[in-house]
């Protein structure tokens, strides 16, 4: 198999998937480094939710909504911004089905994400789950594509439809906060055979992109409702506030 995958990557060059440079990995060493240089792990982001502090942020690492009002999560890792330079592969992986993608954003976060991540108490790895609905519609979760590749140690187990999902016609992208809270309220579900792996454990879940947090806010909710220890999110992408949502997609 190492053989057949080295011949194929000489025979058959891809591309980058920031630059778009034809080489023979789908992350070239400059995207790659730029990627890490501007990797949320070194900027000082909220330990709960994962939004940029900005200089009126108080105490405890954390912003003052999480303060103020604390979620269900306990804590948010986030690889990247959303308009950094991975946008567009997310997009591509999302809405073209260019699964390939999920291997370069697997990479970025095994090599640049889990260097910084304390995984020796989670017991277990959810990916955010799409409706049957939107399932069959797109051919694949995006989140699951991703979150199977991760390098993850044997005392997690991940789990693919442990969390199921109602089906909406509703599209929450230009939702407010508000509006996300309202639609989502008992979207999820555990199913059943899934309930003895949660209970009173730490869990992990995974999620592509990370907006108002409206999404994993109801999942952590949900989790614990049902007897999880412990909730953290893993991200891809973040939106964080506007003021530094600045050019970062030219490396």
């Known amino acids: 198999m190492h053989f057949l995958r080295t011949l194929f990557q000489h025979l058959l060059p891809t591309a980058c998937i920031v630059c778009t440079r034809h080489q023979t ?76 993608i999920a291997d370069a954003l697997a990479f970025g976060w095994n090599r640049l994400a889990l260097p910084h991540l304390n995984t020796s108490e989670a017991a277990v790895l959810l990916p955010v789950p799409l409706s049957i609905q939107k399932l069959n519609q797109r051919g694949f979760n995006q989140s699951w594509e991703i979150a199977r590749r991760i390098r993850l140690p044997p005392s ?64 952590a909710t949900l989790l614990k409702d049902n007897g999880a220890r412990s909730v953290v999110n893993w991200v891809v992408l973040r939106t964080l506030r506007p003021q530094t949502q600045i050019d970062l997609r030219n490396p």
């Open 25 to 100: 990995e789908m992350l070239c060493h400059a995207c790659f480094a730029f990627l890490e240089s501007q990797s949320l792990f070194h900027y000082p982001c909220c330990i709960c939710c994962g939004v940029d502090l900005d200089d009126c942020s108080t105490e405890e690492n954390q912003c003052k909504a999480c303060l103020l009002h604390a979620p269900a999560f306990d804590r948010t890792h986030c690889l990247d911004r959303y308009d950094g330079v991975l946008q567009d592969a997310m997009h591509q992986l999302k809405y073209q089905r260019r699964l390939a």
């Open 156 to 219: 997690i187990e991940p789990l693919a439809n442990a969390l199921g999902r109602h089906h909406s016609d509703a599209n929450q992208v230009e939702n407010n906060r508000l509006d996300r809270q309202t639609a989502l309220r008992h979207a999820f579900y555990i199913h059943p055979e899934a309930l003895p792996k949660i209970h009173n454990k730490s869990i992990i879940v995974f999620d592509d992109v990370m907006t108002t947090g409206s999404t994993l806010q109801e999942i």
